[in-house]
C-alpha cells in the first residue's frame, strides 16, 4: 500500500462481474440486495481511499471496469488518478472543473505539473540534472493518458459529459504512414500494405509531452542487485513452514540461480534430481523434453543447479510431504475420470444409446504413477504459472513493507541469474563479458546468441557507468588536495 497523508491506495478482493441477488428476509418478508455467490475466483483491485477513509468515486468505478474489461492489475492506473486527485486538491479544484477553453481546465493544470516535474538525464552520463526526486518521462506519459482515459470512460457512462462548456481537451487526428519494409514478426504481416496510413486519435494535450524513446533491449532489463537478491533469499527463508510455501520458495531459488523460464518452472523434471557425490560449486543439469521439460522451441538445455540447491531439491524430491501429495493426486485423478465417464455416458444416451450399450474406460491407476514432475501442488497435480505469479506478487508485497524500492517481477529473476552469472566468471576468469556470450547462450537456452547480447551490453554500460563515477571521485579528491595544499 502507498500511503500519503490525504489519499491512499489499497487492495481489495473482487468479483470481476458481480451480480445481484434479492433473497427474502425471513423475518421482515422484505426483498433485499446482496452480492450473489460465485465461485469465481475474486481478483485484487487497487482502489484509492480518501483521508476520511471513504473510497474515491467516481475514480474506483473506473478502475473496476478495467478489471472488467480484462486488466489483470490496476495498480498502476491507481497511482495515476491518486497523483491526479491529489494535485486538483491541492490546487482546490475537482475533477469537473472545466472550461470552453481546455487549457484554463485542470487536465492541462495537472499536465503543466508533469511536465514541470519530469527528471531530465544528461545523456552521456545517465545522472540526472534536473528534478532528481521527480516523475521519469515514462511515468508521466503514463500518467496523463489514465486521466485522458478516465474523462473518456466518464463520458461514455454518462457520469460526466464533455461538452461545449466544459472540455478536458481537444481531441486531433493525426495521419502516420507505415514503414514500407514489412516486419516478418507482425501478426497480420501477410496483408500489410507497403503505403498504408493508420489514422489516430489524439488529444492536445497529450501531444504537449515528449515521445519516450525506444529503448535498447538491455535498457528495459531490471536485474536485481545484490543486495536485493539477498533480501530476496532471506524473505523465502523465513516464511512460515507450509508444504506450498516450501515448494514455491524452491521453484523461485531455482529460477534466480538458474535463469529459467516460468514453463520451465512449472514442468521441470524430477529425473535427474540426485544427492550430489561432491561438493562441487555447482552440478550441470539438462532439461528438454525427453525429460518433460517444456523448454522454449523444445530445445535440450543445459543448466548449472548450485550445490546446496541441488541438495535442498533432493530432499523435496523424498520428502514425506510430497509422497502424502502424489498419494492425493490419484484420488484427484480418479474423482475427475469418474465424471468424465458420467458426461460420457449421458452423451451416449442423448445420441441414442442405452446404459447396457454405454462401455466406459476403468481407470487405470498404474498409468497415473509415474510422474515427471519434480514440484506438485496440494492436489498433487503440476503448478499453474498463475499460482506462482500471484505467490510472487504476494512477495513483492510483503518485502515493500521493510524495503519499499523492492519491486521486480518473475521475469526479472532471469535476468537476474544472468547478469550476476556475467559478472562473476568475468571477475574469476579476469576476461570481458563479449568472451562469455556463448556460454551464456547456452545457460539460457537461447537459440543466437543475439538474444544473449542484451545482457552483455546491460553489464558493459553498467561498468561504464561505474568507471565514470570512479574517475569524477578521484577528479573531485585530486581537486581537494590541491586547493589544500594551495591553502597552505
Not at 562441487?280 to 530445445?299: D, H, M, Q, V, W
Not at 524495503?403 to 566468471?425: G, N, Q, V
Request: charged share 25%; hydrophobic share 35%.
Amino acid at each position: 500500500m502507498e500511503k500519503n497523508c490525504d489519499y491512499e491506495i489499497k487492495v481489495v478482493k473482487v468479483l470481476k462481474n458481480p451480480k445481484l441477488a434479492s433473497p427474502t428476509n425471513l423475518e421482515t418478508c422484505n426483498l433485499e440486495q446482496v452480492i450473489k455467490g460465485s465461485a469465481t475466483k475474486r481478483q485484487k483491485l487497487s482502489i484509492i481511499v480518501q483521508p476520511d477513509g471513504m473510497p474515491l468515486e467516481p475514480h474506483n468505478q473506473y478502475l473496476h471496469s478495467k478489471i472488467k474489461n480484462g486488466v489483470m492489475d490496476t495498480s498502476s492506473d491507481a497511482h495515476a488518478l491518486m497523483s491526479f486527485q491529489r494535485f486538483l486538491t491541492r490546487i482546490g479544484e475537482t475533477y469537473q472543473s472545466l472550461t470552453d477553453d481546455p487549457q484554463e481546465g485542470v487536465v492541462w493544470k495537472y499536465a503543466d505539473y508533469l511536465i514541470d516535474n519530469t527528471k531530465v538525464f544528461c545523456p552521456s552520463s545517465g545522472g540526472v540534472l534536473k528534478n532528481s526526486h521527480g516523475y521519469s518521462s515514462s511515468t508521466t506519459n503514463n500518467y496523463i493518458t489514465v486521466v485522458i482515459d478516465f474523462y473518456k470512460w466518464l463520458h461514455s457512462n454518462g457520469l460526466f459529459f464533455i461538452t461545449r462548456d466544459k472540455k478536458p481537451f481537444e481531441f486531433k487526428e493525426i495521419n502516420k504512414r507505415m514503414s514500407k519494409g514489412i516486419n516478418q514478426h507482425d501478426l497480420l504481416g501477410h496483408i500489410s500494405s507497403r503505403n498504408r496510413v493508420l489514422h489516430i486519435q489524439t488529444t492536445d494535450v497529450k501531444q504537449r509531452f515528449p515521445k519516450i524513446q525506444s529503448r535498447q533491449p538491455h535498457q528495459i532489463l531490471k536485474p536485481m542487485t545484490e543486495e536485493h537478491k539477498e533480501i530476496f533469499h532471506t524473505h523465502l527463508k523465513s516464511l512460515p513452514y507450509t508444504y506450498s510455501n516450501r515448494t514455491q520458495s524452491l521453484m523461485l531459488r531455482l529460477a534466480v540461480e538458474t535463469g529459467l523460464r516460468m514453463d520451465e518452472m512449472v514442468t521441470f523434471p524430477a529425473l535427474g534430481i540426485h544427492h550430489p557425490t561432491s561438493e562441487a560449486e555447482s552440478i550441470p543439469f539438462s532439461i528438454g523434453p525427453y525429460n518433460g521439460c517444456n523448454t522454449k522451441f523444445r530445445k535440450v538445455r543445459n543448466i548449472k543447479i548450485p550445490y546446496g540447491l541441488m541438495l535442498a531439491l533432493h530432499e523435496y524430491l523424498n520428502s514425506d510431504d510430497r509422497k502424502e501429495m502424489l498419494k492425493k493426486r490419484i484420488g484427484n485423478l480418479k474423482k475427475q475420470h469418474e465424471k468424465d465417464v458420467v458426461a460420457q455416458k449421458e452423451i451416449h444416451i442423448i445420441n441414442g444409446g442405452t446404459e447396457d450399450t454405454f462401455e466406459g474406460v476403468e481407470f487405470d491407476k498404474i498409468k497415473h504413477q509415474e510422474v515427471q514432475n519434480l514440484f506438485v501442488n496440494t492436489s498433487g497435480l503440476p503448478f499453474n504459472k498463475n499460482t506462482l505469479q500471484s505467490k510472487f506478487s504476494d512477495i513483492r508485497a510483503a518485502i515493500q513493507e521493510s524495503h519499499p524500492i523492492w519491486y521486480y517481477r518473475p521475469h526479472d529473476l532471469r535476468s537476474t541469474f544472468a547478469t550476476h552469472w556475467l559478472k562473476r566468471e568475468a571477475d574469476r576468469r579476469v576476461t570481458v563479458f563479449d568472451i562469455l556470450i556463448s556460454e551464456l547462450a547456452d545457460l539460457m537456452g537461447h537459440e543466437s546468441t543475439q538474444i544473449t547480447q542484451k545482457y552483455i551490453n546491460f553489464m558493459s554500460d553498467l561498468t561504464a557507468k561505474i568507471e565514470f563515477a570512479r574517475r569524477k571521485n578521484r577528479a573531485s579528491q585530486e581537486a581537494m588536495i590541491i586547493n589544500k595544499n594551495i591553502g597552505l
